[in-house]
């Protein structure tokens, strides 16, 4: 089984403004993260970015457009490695976590992609839907659970049925 470690927790209340750092949150189904403000529905509940990833970005001297624009939920160490396409789902704490949509478009104004340097945010994070309510804490594992079928029915894949 694929896993990560959660390695820190925010909640985003409002646009413009810096994440409250949490030990521990609670997802709630069909929801997101209780008190964030896209804890409203829809496909991106819940943002996750690998550890690496913030790490690269942290040192980089040319800061790509997406840097300051990109917020994670959870920072996972570990994410890159597992097996995130569309359906996939996820174990996070006790909550569960439906992957719907992975790695995110570069912008063509971005001055990573104008000088041809490689942009690791483009693929070192993932959107999810909240599929079981449950909490989560820093140090909790993400664990990749199986291939699961969207209740949208937009991003199923051939499970052998």
């Not at 496909?43 to 457009?65: H, I, N």
């Amino acid at each position: 089984m694929e896993t990560g470690v959660i390695r820190a927790l925010a909640v985003f209340t409002q646009k413009g403004q810096p994440g409250q750092r949490r030990e521990r949150v609670r997802f709630l189904e069909g929801k997101g993260i209780e008190g964030d403000r896209f804890a409203d529905g829809g496909p991106r509940q819940v943002s996750l970015m690998d550890a690496e990833v913030r790490a690269w970005m942290d040192v980089q001297e040319e800061k790509g457009l997406c840097f300051a624009r990109y917020k994670e939920n959870l920072l996972v160490e570990g994410l890159a490695r597992m097996e995130l396409g569309e359906g996939r789902e996820l174990s996070a704490g006790t909550a569960r976590l439906q992957v719907t949509d992975s790695g995110k478009r570069c912008f063509p104004e971005c001055p990573l992609l104008r000088q041809g340097k490689k942009c690791r945010l483009s693929g070192g994070i993932c959107y999810a839907c909240v599929t079981g309510t449950g909490e989560a804490a820093v140090g909790d594992r993400v664990s990749s659970v199986s291939q699961a079928w969207c209740s949208d029915g937009k991003t199923r894949e051939k499970a052998g049925f």
